[in-house]
């Protein structure tokens, strides 16, 4: 079964992520703990590293499914056809919030450039396009989920 991408409404997607779950349908949300700090303390919380965004499995047919939740809006299209995120991403996802500390992972959105290969870290052998540079900092776009990560590349290697 392909991994969709759902878009949620704004701060809403844990508690889509909780209700998809609650209907039997497999879902993925990776959440990146973040300190925040108030006037009194500083704490860490929870919030998606990719916002408005949450990762649903099932069948073709079945799709309609989500939207019998509260908070779904949509699903990303990509030329004209669903989203779908290969389960290899899914893992380097996964992989990477487990691996690596959650204060250095930053995602943005960028426009598509140059094809790369990271050859080290939680990401080898995954395959992105360059969007940009900033000292050591390397961003790179992932293939289908047209999201981009910022990768340190005095402790990972990318070659062209």
Known sequence: ???FVI???SRNEKLVAERLTEK???????MLKTKRKWSDRIKIVEEPLFRSYCFVRLEEHERSKVFDVPGVVRYLFWLKKPAIVRDSE????E???????HQAIKVERYELNTPVTINSGAFANATGEVVGQQGSVLTIQLDSLGMVLKVDLTKTT???
């Open 7 to 9: 878009y949620t409404k």
């Open 1 to 3: 079964m392909p991994w």
């Open 158 to 160: 990318v070659t062209a």
């Open 95 to 101: 992989r990477m919030l487990g691996t690596y500390d």
């Open 24 to 30: 039997g349908i497999e879902v993925y949300c990776p």
């Open 90 to 93: 899914i893992d380097t996802i």
